[in-house]
């Protein structure tokens, strides 16, 4: 009895806790009123509270909202899609949504719904296993559109293809091994290149191709900290298994330059010893 | 008077009600009875030192800013770590948590009421002008440059929170009854083996060390272990070995050459037959790790971290693994019965004929991750967001963090903080090679399969090759069963990104200008791609394991 009553008072005692705090000066302030209701949605879609998002979004466009209305709608699709908790009529609404606007006149929106369309098909509802079928080779990537979206949908394409179905000499895959300069957009170049890179060492047993496509992702940089790392390495190893030691070394010599701190470096370090011993 | 004894629990009630009301008023009444803005911090650590060390830091920065003109206080709750989750999700639903809080483990909580700190890390610290961090981006003062996955979120791209303190494991030994050990005659010669402290410097010395420990309590008819070890302390410091005898074979099967461990890759390997508990590095790790486990008490592994406190503190087991951020406490325990000190267990050296072949090197702890997750709450007013930063930011300063350390006796978070000379063998040791293959990945389901057989391991009458045969098809299975049910959470991380990447890329269209947005986009697309072929991979795995 007696935990019980100590119990019950440490809960009432943290409402009176909450009930003073609440009346405290700045209380007020942790809950902004300034904020439109679009900014509110984009803030907090941009953090993942897709479901958060998705009434602030339906507030702005409820007040007609005419500039960025499209990508408003965009917005809410996009948060429909992957609300949590997930269920198929979201995503079947999101779909309904992105159909809509796959007719849109603006700029850059209309190849964002388009490949939304595609993607839900192939990624989320999966309703069609054949992917030789080519449907969004020939239908969605239109190759006079240069949109973010438009190279996006060939990164995915590509992904897949070569990831799960290649057999190495498919037409395909022959394509898309050459089709690297139809992205130009920097993020998603360079993993194209870090792709096809993978492709062609995890599943083609190629490392003197697959070194030099690391080395062109590695070039574009990337903004994963971890990836520009992890890829410095790969192209130094690849490298060296494919008999180019001088590339090889120069790339474990980088890796411990700029990264000394790494857990690797001692190792990186004593490669380019090792490779140094074989050049002299 | 027997009337009110049914209503006793009521008046109980009553009473301890309105006492607390009575102390959480004065309290608040105190916070808000003057202008002076209120920084409160929240914490779970009530390891003995650590909150009279926050406290003093707190009234050192409260100085410094009056210094400046700028008047702040500074005030601590220390939570028991039992309900922290549950009273830190009260407070901030109710709207009145703190300014810093140790942060939830909830994504969606973090997003919702925690400010990215992404652009403030990326500055310097401003505490650190005029010392040898001057100049440095805050970020880059911390051990791990604030990337690892405990101050980096990698799902909301953002730095939310600012660790103070880094974890190792070491083994903590009675100094005194060391001494008395190596002293005795039974003990002859074991001196020459050890350093000037009686402390093992190779794999081969400790071992030697504690057979001298099982000869002294042999002949002095004393129950007494080398060493005390619980089943979460111990399973570090085990991993560490372990790992140790895996460096090759990870160098072996890295097909694509980044040399970490990759679960996902690493498993392809298994269960392609490239390796296997049988493969003779992984063998010898279970030998090696046997070694160690036999000079624990039988059972250890079933332990908790009291029951190994209470071997060692009743003076039953000479030394004791456990974590760093344990010595004050053990000290305290010892009082002054004996005294305190710890070593690294060294691990075998690459010349050592039986394990050495296994290894590149000395196994690392530069990937050790830097803790403490204390984090800002947003929604509040500028001036207190300030303050809070700036308090973070002298915490962990070159001078705040060495007199955190100085005060707490626990680990400073930063590069190049000197700590007092008992804190040395606890840093960690940067120097090294990257570990090998950990078999559990940290994955609860496969490591239990790994524990359950594990008293045949440590049994003095059980065995490497028992162990494997108990274990070895059930660990095959559960890598198999692991690695394509991670499937469907890969797929729904990568779907959830394509909806981040949408919603970024909406922005950079609304707003050109936001380069912050261009870099996160750049972050999502990184990372959404090497989990979106991952996965494409591990299914054409499937499918041709399946054929």
Same mark, same amino acid.
């Given at each position: ?69 499209? @990508? ?11 609300? !949590? ?78 990831? =799960? ?116 | ?85 549950? @009273? ?49 981006? @805050? ?28 974890? $190792? ?6 100094? +005194? ?77 890295? !097909? ?18 490239? @390796? ?14 046997? +070694? ?100 973070? !930011? ?25 700590? +007092? ?71 729904? $991380? ?26 996160? =986009? ?26």
């Amino acid at each position: 009895m007696r935990s019980v009553s100590i119990a019950v008072a440490h809960q009432l005692g943290l409402l009176v806790l909450f009930t003073v705090s609440a009346c405290s000066p700045d209380a007020g302030e942790r809950t902004s009123s300034k904020i439109q209701p679009a900014e509110l949605g984009w803030e907090l879609a941009s953090r993942s509270l897709f479901a958060q998002a998705i009434p602030y979004f339906e507030k702005a466009l409820e007040h007609n909202v005419v500039q960025d209305r499209a @990508w408003l709608e965009f917005g809410r699709a996009v948060c429909l899609l992957n609300r !949590q908790p997930r269920s198929g009529a979201s995503i079947e609404e999101a779909l309904g949504e992105f159909m809509r606007l796959s007719q849109s006149d603006v700029s850059g929106l209309r190849s964002a719904a388009v490949f939304f369309v595609w993607r839900i098909n192939d990624f989320y509802l999966e309703t069609s296993n054949d992917h030789s079928d080519q449907r969004y080779a020939n239908v969605i990537i239109d190759a006079g559109d240069v949109s973010f979206y438009n190279q996006f949908g060939k990164l995915k394409y590509a992904t897949k293809h070569l990831m =799960l179905f290649s057999n190495g000499s498919d037409d395909t895959t022959k394509e898309l091994l050459e089709s690297s300069a139809a992205i130009t957009d920097n993020s998603l170049a360079r993993n194209f290149e870090r792709i096809v890179g993978e492709f062609l060492v995890l599943t083609e047993g190629l490392p003197d191709e697959g070194w030099v496509r690391f080395a062109n992702a590695e070039r574009l940089g990337f903004d994963q900290i971890r990836l520009k790392r992890d890829v410095l390495l790969i192209v130094a190893r690849q490298a060296e298994r494919a008999g180019e030691h001088d590339i090889a070394q120069a790339y474990y010599a980088r890796f411990a330059k700029e990264y000394p701190r790494d857990v690797r470096t001692k190792w990186a370090t004593d490669q380019v010893a090792r490779l140094q011993g074989m050049l002299q | 008077m027997k009337k009110w004894v049914p209503y006793g629990g009521l008046i109980l009630l009553l009473v301890a009600f309105l006492g607390s009301a009575i102390v959480v008023s004065l309290r608040t009444a105190d916070e808000f009875s003057s202008d002076i803005p209120v920084i409160r911090f929240a914490h779970w650590q009530l390891e003995s030192g650590l909150r009279e060390a926050f406290d003093e830091i707190a009234r050192s920065f409260e100085a410094l800013e009056r210094k400046n003109g700028r008047e702040v206080k500074v005030i601590q709750t220390a939570v028991p770590s039992q309900i922290y989750a549950s @009273w830190s999700r009260t407070q901030l639903i109710g709207g009145t948590a703190p300014e810093i809080m140790m942060l939830p483990s909830n994504d969606e909580l973090l997003a919702r009421y925690f400010k990215p700190l992404t652009e403030v890390v990326d500055a310097p610290n401003p505490f650190n002008a005029s010392t040898p961090l001057e100049g440095y981006a @805050w970020r880059e003062t911390f051990l791990d440059g604030l990337q690892s996955p405990g101050n980096f979120n990698e799902r909301l791209l953002e730095n939310y929170s600012i660790p103070f303190t880094v974890l $190792t494991v070491r083994v903590f030994y009675n100094s +005194e009854l060391l001494a008395n050990i190596v002293n005795d005659p039974v003990s002859s010669g074991i001196k020459e083996d050890l350093s000037h402290n009686f402390t093992p410097e190779t794999f081969e010395s400790f071992i030697l060390l504690c057979h001298a420990i099982r000869r002294y309590a042999m002949a002095h008819n004393l129950t007494l272990v080398p060493l005390a070890g619980s089943r979460t302390d111990s399973k570090t410091l085990l991993d560490r070995f372990q790992t140790s005898q895996t460096q090759r074979l990870l160098l072996e099967i890295d !097909q694509l050459g980044q040399l970490r461990t990759s679960h996902g890759l690493d498993s392809i390997q298994l269960l392609k037959g490239s @390796w296997s508990l049988e493969t003779p590095a992984v063998r010898d790790g279970l030998s090696l790790i046997r +070694e160690i486990g036999l000079q624990m008490p039988v059972g250890f592994f079933q332990m908790g971290r009291e029951d190994a406190l209470f071997y060692f503190a009743q003076e039953r087991a000479v030394m004791m693994v456990t974590g760093a951020w344990d010595a004050p406490s053990l000290q305290s325990q010892a009082g002054d019965r004996f005294t305190v000190r710890a070593f690294p267990l060294p691990l075998p050296s690459i010349n050592d004929e039986t394990y050495g072949q296994n290894m590149l090197g000395l196994v690392s702890e530069a990937g050790v991750s830097p803790f403490g997750n204390l984090g800002v709450l947003q929604g509040i007013n500028t001036q207190k967001q300030e303050l809070a930063i700036r308090f973070l !930011q002298y915490l962990t300063s070159y001078e705040g963090n060495q007199r955190f350390s100085q005060l707490s006796s626990w680990l400073p978070a930063l590069h190049g903080v000197p700590v +007092e000379e008992m804190l040395e063998p606890l840093m960690p040791q940067l120097d090294g090679y990257p570990p090998g293959i950990a078999l559990g990945k940290n994955q609860a389901d496969l490591e239990r399969v790994l524990t359950r057989h594990q008293h045949v391991l440590f049994d003095p009458e059980g065995s490497v090759d028992d162990y494997i045969d108990a274990v070895g098809d059930k660990y095959r299975e559960e890598v198999r069963r692991w690695l394509f049910n991670r499937q469907d959470n890969r797929k729904r $991380t990568v779907q959830q990104q394509d909806s981040q990447i949408a919603i970024l890329y909406a922005l950079t269209q609304i707003n050109p200008e936001e380069l912050r947005e261009q870099h996160r =986009l750049g972050l999502v697309i990184d990372g959404q791609q090497s989990g979106e072929s991952e996965y494409y991979f591990i299914e054409r795995m499937r499918r041709e394991l399946a054929e």
